[in-house]
């Protein structure tokens, strides 16, 4: 069943502590947000770059799905 | 093929092939009557690689030839081309290629219109966003970014504001159309949720309010929640009118490069443009996004170098209620 916005709030803020808990990771952490994905919500990472530690972070938390992106650096426009 | 593929290819062409080949036809120039046009190692305008989606595949892309000579086109050279690229190669005469005449926003745009460039005599370029009027006072005031209006914290308050921006050719106190009347100040400390700021607009400077050109009339403040994959558009100084999709919302823990620093930002919009075109550039700060029933969403202010469909970027942006808010405004339409 597709999540809800508020199950992905949580998982949200899930994500984030396992990001924070993880050096690599958090130093690569480019935003983390809600996403729209199978007709349901997610919880969106994005990295400035890949870091072997992205595959430590699960699929789905509490049955919301992840989603990784790499943007690169994120300046002023 | 794939898209590091293609770029690997391209790259490796441009120097064992272009590069040569280029300089034997600087080479032979130099004897003829035009030998000083094009100066030593300096390509001659007769060929461009680059690379192009193919087919519906979304990991497929082959190389493009863009060639200024006709006589180029069955020539050997593309045939080498052709062989190293497999034949996964996409050939056009394109002519000689003039500079576009200069978009409407990075001229000078007297009524100021939403989507024009702007900027504190000592940035750049950003773009005009629209008018907000003050909950105190109903004083009605530019709308922009921080980094836009405010050089990131660094300008006081009554300097001038100026339309074109410095970049694209304003000058001070020529082009002086309003002064900084207000900014929240980027905190490069702790999480920021709006990069923002308010000009006070000249005695006798116009501007109009509504109008997007293109789309039609703002339809004020959007109430509704936003929904992810909605579609969006901006009028920006630099790329234009776009339209792209929201691709997440309540984003945190952005962090943003800027002169003076990065700053982090928490609760903002995230937005993706095609895969062949951006949804934003440099100097499209300030921009409102608006919804499809012309209702603002949000204040453009940042973008990523990677990402979204085609890997152009994403397009980072303050909700405009939160906007609104910190500026104690509300906007004009």
């Not at chain 2, 990075?106 to 773009?127: D, F």
Request: glycine fraction near 10%; proline fraction near 4%; charge should be neutral.
């Amino acid at each position: 069943m597709a999540a809800t916005i508020a199950q992905a709030r949580k998982a949200k803020e899930k994500v984030k502590a396992l990001v924070a808990a993880n050096l690599s990771l958090r130093n690569a952490l480019a935003g983390i947000g809600i996403s729209t994905i199978d007709s349901g919500y997610g919880v969106k990472v994005n990295f400035a770059n890949e870091v072997a530690e992205q595959s430590t972070l699960p699929r789905t938390l509490d049955g919301v799905p992840l989603v990784i992106s790499i943007v690169g650096r994120v300046s002023k426009r | 093929m794939q898209l590091n593929s293609v770029r690997a290819l391209k790259e490796d062409l441009q120097k064992n092939l272009i590069g040569p080949w280029a300089s034997n036809q600087v080479t032979r120039q130099s004897i003829g009557v035009r030998a000083t046009r094009w100066g030593v190692n300096v390509v001659p305008p007769t060929l461009a690689l680059g690379v192009k989606k193919a087919g519906a595949d979304p990991d497929g892309f082959q190389l493009a030839v863009r060639v200024q000579q006709a006589s180029l086109v069955n020539s050997s050279l593309i045939d080498q081309i052709r062989t190293q690229a497999k034949g996964e190669v996409d050939v056009q005469y394109v002519g000689i290629v003039r500079p576009r005449q200069t978009r409407w926003q990075q001229s000078s745009s007297r009524p100021l219109k939403i989507g024009c460039s702007i900027a504190h005599y000592r940035v750049t370029a950003g773009t005009f966003g629209g008018v907000v009027r003050a909950r105190d006072g109903g004083q009605e005031l530019f709308l922009s970014n921080n980094h836009v209006f405010a050089d990131e914290n660094r300008a006081t308050q009554g300097s001038d504001i100026l339309q074109p921006g410095p970049y694209d050719g304003g000058q001070d106190p020529a082009d002086c159309v309003a002064t900084l009347n207000f900014f929240i100040p980027i905190d490069f400390a702790k999480p920021n949720l709006v990069d923002c700021a308010t000009a006070l607009p000249g005695e006798g400077i116009g501007y109009d309010a509504q109008t997007l050109a293109g789309f039609g009339r703002l339809n004020g403040v959007r109430n509704a929640p936003l929904a992810g994959n909605e579609p969006v558009s901006k009028i920006g100084r630099t790329t234009g009118a776009t339209t792209g999709t929201i691709t997440a919302i309540e984003l945190d823990n952005i962090v943003i490069d800027y002169d003076q620093g990065q700053a982090t930002f928490d609760s903002q919009i995230e937005i993706a443009g095609g895969t062949t075109s951006v949804f934003s550039e440099g100097g499209d700060s300030g921009s409102m996004i608006f919804d499809q029933s012309l209702c603002a969403v949000a204040l453009l202010f940042a973008g990523s170098s990677a990402g979204g469909p085609g890997n152009l970027g994403l397009t980072y942006a303050n909700p405009i209620a939160e906007v609104l808010d910190q500026l104690k405004a509300d906007l004009l339409s």
